[in-house]
Each structure stands twice: as structure tokens, then as C-alpha cells.
């Protein structure tokens, strides 16, 4: 492994710095108990995250000897959905990557276009909210680079990945979504991955593209992607809380 390991002091610093952005948190504008600002465990766990942690900070990065033998496919393995298995049954040869919202030029691109960008390879751990972990190899383009060819408009907060899998394995179930916001979109390590220990990405782990998002939990990994769309807010969007399962009570920001 690449990255060195945080010694007692610094994990005692930034324990000691997030105990305090808490404090001005809950004093800030003389909020107390009961007033019409409340702040969520979660807003205060992002907001000490931004604090501490610097927004070009990278996740550990480890060496191609330590990829995991089995790695676990999370969530969906085969989505039952007709436009996806007529694209998975073709080979992917018609997918488009629709990249639309609230830019100034919309993308339509397929996996050789995404192919000829340039990409980023990387070797990362994936932490699973049920408590299992795996090391796997990533290669895929830069999130950034797509936006930055599309143009975000001034008004764009959030970046939402719209998937073709329905967890109930319906044609008509609710499809998996989720989104993060422009600092974890740019960071370097956010990526569209196509690739997976050196071969094309399998259909269990989310193919023919699926989201990498380093320094998040993997539900917010977002696989079977099939548009992306820049917004202000989510409010028009499923249940209004930014991902699938967030409308179901899990939290929006899941840092690690």
C-alpha cells in the first residue's frame, strides 16, 4: 500500500477539530433547541469532512499485489430491465452516455468515445455500509473531464447518476440513483470506470459503466449508469433526498 497510515496524533487532531466544528456548529447564529435550524448528524459529518480534509485529498491507493481475489458485487449483479439487456445482449455496441441537465452542451457519447479520453487507473478499497471490504483496480475517465466538455451552468450544485437496475428485478420498479456534490465530482479519484482488474467491466460490478467515487461508502458508487444530469437541487427527483437509498433513510453523505 501506497498511502502511509495517520499516526495517534494527527487522528487525535482531527478529532479534536471536528469535536470542535460541532460546538461552533450547534452555537453558530445562536441556534439552540427547538429553533427552526436544526443540523443533522449528517450536515455536521460533511461539514467537518470539508473542513478537514483537503478537497484534492486522495483515498489509499494500494499495489496490484494487493487486489482482492473475490470481489463481492454489491447491490444488482444482472438488471431485468428490456433496454439494458437489449444493450447487454448486443454487447453495448448501441450505449450512450447521455450527459444533459443543467448544461451548456449536452453529450451523447458512446463507450469507444469515453474510451479515447484520457483515463485514470487506480487501485482502491471498496467499503461496503454492510461490512465487508475489497480491493479491486479501476480504470476509467475522470468525471471532471466529461463536465468540464459540457459546461456546467452557473446554478449546478449537484451532479445525479440515473441507473438502469431496479433492485426488485422489475421492468417497472423504482431504478437506482444516486448523486453527489461538485467537490466529490472533481476530485481526482471520481471516475467513470469501464474497466476492472485490467478487463472489461463485468456486468455483475456494474457494466457497461459504473461510478467510482473513492472517499464514499459503496452504496453512493452508482453502477449501470445510464445518463447523468446536473442539478440545482433534488427536489423533482424520486423521493427528494438524492439517491435511492436515501429516500429509504439512509444518509445522502456517506464520507469515509
Known amino acids: 500500500m501506497s498511502a502511509a497510515p495517520m499516526n495517534r496524533r494527527t487522528w487525535l487532531g ?3 477539530a471536528t469535536a470542535s466544528v460541532m460546538a461552533l456548529a450547534a452555537c453558530e447564529r ?12 449528517e450536515a455536521l459529518t460533511l461539514r467537518a469532512q470539508r473542513l478537514l480534509i483537503p478537497r484534492e485529498a486522495l483515498a489509499p491507493e494500494y499495489e496490484v499485489g494487493d487486489i482482492s481475489p473475490d470481489f463481492k458485487p454489491n447491490g444488482s449483479i444482472d438488471p431485468a430491465a428490456s433496454d439494458y439487456v437489449a444493450l447487454r445482449d448486443g454487447g453495448f455496441a448501441d450505449y450512450r452516455l447521455e450527459v444533459g441537465g443543467l448544461v ?29 471490504t475489497a480491493i479491486g483496480q479501476w480504470t476509467g475517465v475522470r468525471l471532471e473531464t466529461l463536465l468540464d466538455e459540457a459546461g456546467l451552468k452557473p446554478e449546478a450544485r449537484y451532479i ?14 423504482p431504478r437506482y440513483y444516486e448523486s453527489i456534490d461538485l467537490v466529490d465530482a472533481r476530485h481526482p479519484q ?5 474497466d476492472m482488474n485490467g478487463e472489461t467491466l463485468p456486468v455483475p460490478h456494474g457494466a457497461p459503466l459504473r461510478l467510482r467515487v473513492e472517499r464514499q461508502l459503496g452504496y453512493k458508487h452508482a453502477k449501470y449508469i445510464r445518463r447523468i444530469e ?15 437509498w436515501p429516500d429509504r433513510g439512509y444518509e445522502w453523505y456517506a464520507g469515509i
Open 14 to 16: 482531527r478529532a479534536l
Open 30 to 41: 445562536g441556534i439552540a433547541i427547538g429553533d427552526r435550524l436544526k443540523i443533522s448528524a
Open 104 to 132: 451548456e452542451r449536452p453529450l451523447s457519447l458512446s463507450l469507444a468515445e469515453l474510451r479515447d479520453r484520457p483515463g485514470r487507473t487506480q487501485i482502491t478499497k471498496h467499503d461496503c455500509v454492510e461490512g465487508w
Open 160 to 173: 445525479v447518476f440515473h441507473c438502469f437496475d431496479a433492485l426488485t428485478q422489475t421492468e417497472t420498479g
Open 190 to 194: 471520481t471516475i467513470l470506470a469501464y
Open 230 to 244: 446536473a442539478v440545482e437541487s433534488f427536489d423533482h427527483i424520486e423521493g427528494g433526498n438524492g439517491g435511492y
